[in-house]
């Protein structure tokens, strides 16, 4: 098997020349504590991005508000000229305050500039595919979408951006979402122990639209975790990578960007893709979570 066969296959967004391997990368740990400001060791997070090429990845998830500007700077710094084929998602819809705090920012005017700091700092004509960030840490929040959502439509009809995405979103707000225009891929929080999106991600498995889950292991209870450590003493594994196992098992349209600025690191997140669940295993981590599961 090749390593670009073992990052857990490849899925196709829909409509678009875009075909990605099923685990990438997510880069937001690239920047200094907190996201904010540079890394302790940039040589490592370039050896980190290079090494991730090297193995296969062929999608990297970003945003210029990580740093805000070092993790881009750094990614255009270890691989531009991009290898062909590398897919770059990036987000947008908030800032960073002075003292590192998260500001969400959907107005015009930092949707705009926030493209444009994207494609200076990654060195692009255009954004492969650009997310908007809506909703709170990790609930959407009701309302319309539509005013952010032209803006991005604008810069796309510009030729800036070549596809656009949802993060933070509900169904009711990606249905709205395609009466205006085409939207790619989707990315909410969700997790064993998170479960709401368990229908959300069966409607946009019927639609062919990506699901790229956020925090893959964040928000488990001591019991809950005791459950995966468990399981992932007696494959010989952490239970990071049970948690991201189950997700690609889940369903697949789901993409993984677990991030990391350590190679050691990467290499484990990476080794997901050998993972094989048997169903006793699925089962029990499926007790995990709350929500019950939708037939895929």
Request: glycine content about 8%; hydrophobic content about 40%; aromatic content about 6%.
């Amino acid at each position: 098997m090749t390593k670009h066969a073992q990052l857990g296959g490849t899925f196709n967004f829909p409509d678009t020349t875009l075909t990605v391997h099923r685990i990438g990368y997510g880069a937001m740990q690239l920047a200094g504590p907190h996201v904010f400001g540079p890394p302790r060791d940039r040589a490592e997070a370039i050896a980190v991005l290079r090494e991730a090429i090297d193995s296969g990845v062929n999608h990297i998830d970003t945003s210029d508000f990580y740093g805000p500007h070092v993790t881009n700077q750094i990614i255009k710094e270890a691989l531009h000229p991009y290898p062909k084929g590398l897919t770059l998602v990036t987000k947008v819809g908030a800032r960073r305050g002075d003292d590192g705090s998260w500001i969400l920012d959907r107005s015009r005017e930092n949707l705009v500039e926030s493209v444009h700091h994207n494609l200076r700092n990654l060195d692009l004509e255009t954004l492969d595919i650009v997310n908007l960030r809506m909703g709170g840490f990790s609930t959407p929040e009701p309302g319309s979408i539509a005013e952010p959502l032209k803006v991005l439509i604008e810069l796309k009809q510009q030729g800036l951006i070549r596809h656009i995405g949802l993060s933070t979103v509900s169904r009711e707000q990606l249905a709205e979402a395609q009466t205006l225009t085409e939207i790619v891929c989707i990315q909410n929080f969700y997790n064993l122990a998170n479960r709401g999106d368990d229908a959300f991600i069966h409607d946009l498995a019927k639609q062919g639209i990506a699901y790229v889950p956020y925090f893959p292991l964040g928000g488990f209870t001591p019991l809950q975790s005791s459950v995966m450590d468990t399981i992932a003493a007696s494959l010989g594994v952490t239970p990071m990578q049970i948690a991201q196992a189950w997700l690609l098992h889940r369903s697949p349209n789901i993409l993984l960007i677990a991030g990391t600025s350590r190679r050691t690191h990467l290499r484990e997140n990476l080794g997901v893709a050998k993972l094989q669940l048997a169903p006793e295993i699925i089962a029990q981590l499926d007790s995990i979570g709350s929500a019950s599961l939708a037939p895929l």
